[in-house]
Structure formats: structure tokens, C-alpha cells
């Protein structure tokens, strides 16, 4: 386990030392609070695009995480004026129906669509603020968002509508976000009705989402949960679920270590590309004629926080995967100049897609930064 540690202090220390502050000092924008969108390799940002507002929660989210664990200074100062930014900018009426979908450079609404997507978002961010401190402000807006999904974009068939336009087809990917907030805003406050809106959605989980026959996540669905037969499947989503079911676990809520188990080991049989460092796809089809398509940093993250679940759960072959996946990483995804940066995308010959470096990113490493960090915690003698 010695290498494995190692690898993990190693990943640990990129991203404190030399991530965080290159994006403290690079992707804020300093008269406003805001945050960019994307970065150049250069370090300026990029503008002249929409900016995401589930990007610009996620980036409140993980400022408040790194102030919380005591990684950066200046942390949470950044994180909480970005979420007046978003408060002021992508609320409108404190949240009445959740959040705006784009934003411009200068912080006027382009797109008004309230994505479901995005509202997840926006309540993982307001469970970091609560836990920061910021609980008026942000408990507010998270409930007042969640009336709205539950007033405005309820389905009769279960779980929410895509957004306020419902289009087709419906996802699994808003509502695996949702269950992720919902758990965060349990941890922060304690309160029961946040965990059991985790559990609807651990239920349709159950019902629709994991086809038990395969062993895989289903993505995309008709109205009523019919899934699409010849729908892609995510391998990144299948751990992504893995380590998700493990965090409900610590909520009190029980579900079958062997549901874990396979969705790691199929994921990785599936999406597994021993032509590119072994690193998994993001895109697979169907248990049939696989593909190896473009592959992008997230999946890997998931990889590794999925594979430290399994190491915890006795797998003998999760510590090598995750050991090997990191070091993968510092030769492709991170071996990038200025450090704190990284490379989204290859194509399926292993030559770099990505032509800037997307702030969304900095969310799935700093969720697996923190999984390692937690992992090296506990192995730590008293």
C-alpha cells in the first residue's frame, strides 16, 4: 500500500500546491467575483462565450471545500464572492425558480432556461456555503430551489423534467447530481428531508436507471423511464454511481455492496483501453461492439475515487489500478505547462483534442483530491 500512498500524496499535492492557486490567481475575475468560463494554456482566460452556471457553482463549491480543509488561503473569501456573484447575476429573486442557465462576460442572463442540471449545482454549492458559515443566504436559495423543481418541474412519472422547456430524452445524469447535493445537504444541516429526496432518487436509481441484467448505468430515457435500447453507456457514470452508493451507505442507508462491485468491474471491462494507458473511455456502447471514442479527464478522476471505494472494500486489484492511474495521469492529462493545468481531452489515438483548459474540471479533481485525502486520513497511525 506504501506505492499507492505515495502516488496519492504525490496527486494530493498537485493540486493544493500547484492547482489551486494557479486558478485562484488566473480563472477569478478579480472586479467582479466571477469566474471564467475556460482558460488558455497561456493562463488568460478565455472569453467571448457563454459561461455556464453550473461551472460557476461548481467553482463556489470547490473554493469553499479548500478553505473548509485549510488548502488555500483566501479560499473562501473568493468562494463566497462568487456566490454574491451568482447570487445577484443567476438568481433572480433569491431563487424563486433556481438558477439562469448562461451567462455573459459582463454577467447578463443569455440563456433563461432553468436546467436541471445546473440546479443540482447550484445546491451542492449552497450545502458548501451552509457549511462554510453562509447558512441564511444559502439554505434560502437551496430551498427556495427545491420548491421550484418540486412546483415547476415535478414529472408524475417520477424524479424532475430536463427543464423548464422538458425536452427529450430524459436523463440519469441531473438526477445522479441531485442525489450527490441532496447527501451534501443532509451532512451539512442534519436535517432528515434533504436525505429523503436522496432516497427517491436512490429508488429510481433502482427502478430505471441500473439495468441489473448488465450490470451497466442506463443514461437516456422516454417520458416514462423507457429506456432507449440502443443507448451509448458512460463507464465515467458507472463509477461515478460506485462511489455515490458508498456515500449514501455513510448516510445510514444500506445497498448491495455486490451492486458496486459489478458496476466497477463492468465499467472497467467496458471502457478500458489498453492502447492509451489503460485509461477508460467516456462513451461505450452497450456490452456490444465496444467503442473507443474520445476520451476526456473526467472519467478519470471517477476512475480513481471509484477504485479507492473497492480498496476499502478489501479488492485486490483496485490498489494496482489506482496507482497506475495516477502516475497515467502525470504523463498525459497533467503533463502540462504551467502546472496547475491539464489537458480535457484526447482522441482515440492519444493526441490532445482540448484547445483550452475548461474551469468545470476543476470540480471532478478536487473530488478526487478529496477522496484521496480522506483515504490517506484514515490510514494515518494515531
Known amino acids: 500500500m506504501t506505492g499507492l500512498q505515495s502516488s496519492l500524496e504525490r496527486f494530493r499535492h498537485w493540486f493544493v500546491a500547484d492547482s489551486l492557486p494557479f486558478w485562484a490567481k488566473h480563472g477569478v475575475e478579480a472586479d467582479t467575483g466571477g469566474f471564467y468560463e475556460a482558460l ?32 488555500l488561503d483566501g479560499a473562501d473569501p473568493i468562494a463566497a464572492r462568487g ?29 433563461e432556461r432553468r436546467d436541471l442540471y445546473d440546479q443540482a449545482f447550484l445546491l451542492l454549492a449552497c450545502a458548501s456555503r451552509i457549511k462554510a458559515g453562509d447558512g441564511a443566504r444559502a439554505k434560502s436559495l437551496a430551498d427556495n430551489t427545491i420548491a421550484f423543481l418540486d412546483r415547476e ?12 422547456r422538458k425536452e427529450l430524452p430524459r436523463r440519469q445524469n441531473p438526477h445522479m447530481h441531485l442525489f450527490e447535493a441532496f447527501m451534501a445537504l443532509h451532512r451539512a444541516t442534519g ?30 430515457f422516454a417520458e416514462d423511464w423507457k429506456p432507449r435500447e440502443d443507448d451509448p453507456i458512460e463507464p465515467g457514470h458507472m463509477l461515478e454511481w460506485v462511489w455515490l452508493l458508498n456515500a449514501y451507505e455513510a448516510c445510514g442507508r444500506r445497498t448491495p455492496l455486490d451492486m458496486r462491485k459489478r458496476l466497477y468491474t463492468n465499467a472497467l471491462a467496458f471502457g478500458a483501453d489498453p492502447g492509451f494507458h489503460g485509461l477508460i473511455d467516456n462513451v461505450a456502447a452497450p456490452v456490444v461492439n465496444k467503442i473507443h471514442g474520445a476520451k476526456r479527464l473526467w472519467p478519470q478522476t471517477e476512475y480513481l475515487r471509484a477504485s479507492l471505494v473497492m480498496v476499502k472494500h478489501g479488492s485486490s486489484d483496485a490498489p494496482a489500478y489506482a496507482q497506475k ?26 493526441e490532445p483534442l482540448a484547445r483550452d483548459v475548461p474551469a468545470s474540471i476543476l470540480y471532478h479533481l478536487f473530488e478526487a483530491v478529496a477522496e484521496a485525502n480522506a483515504f490517506l486520513k484514515a490510514r494515518v497511525p494515531s
Open 83 to 111: 456566490f454574491d456573484y451568482l447570487l445577484t447575476h443567476a438568481c433572480p429573486e433569491d431563487g424563486a425558480r433556481g438558477c439562469v442557465f448562461h451567462l455573459g462576460d459582463d454577467g447578463r442572463v443569455l440563456d
Open 191 to 220: 436535517e432528515k428531508g434533504y436525505l429523503d429526496y436522496a432516497d427517491k432518487i436512490y429508488d429510481l436509481f433502482c427502478s430505471a436507471f441500473y439495468g441489473a441484467a448488465n450490470s451497466i448505468v442506463r443514461e437516456n
Open 40 to 71: 488558455n494554456y497561456d493562463g488568460t482566460p478565455s472569453t467571448g462565450r457563454p459561461r455556464r452556471v453550473r461551472t460557476l457553482f461548481r467553482q463556489v463549491h470547490t473554493f469553499t471545500q479548500a478553505g473548509l480543509l485549510g488548502w
Open 153 to 164: 418541474l415535478a414529472s408524475p412519472h417520477g424524479g424532475w423534467l430536463e427543464s423548464d
Open 325 to 350: 492511474l495516477i502516475a497515467d495521469l502525470f504523463e498525459t492529462y497533467l503533463a502540462v505547462e504551467p502546472t496547475g493545468l491539464w489537458i480535457d481531452e484526447f482522441d482515440s489515438d492519444g
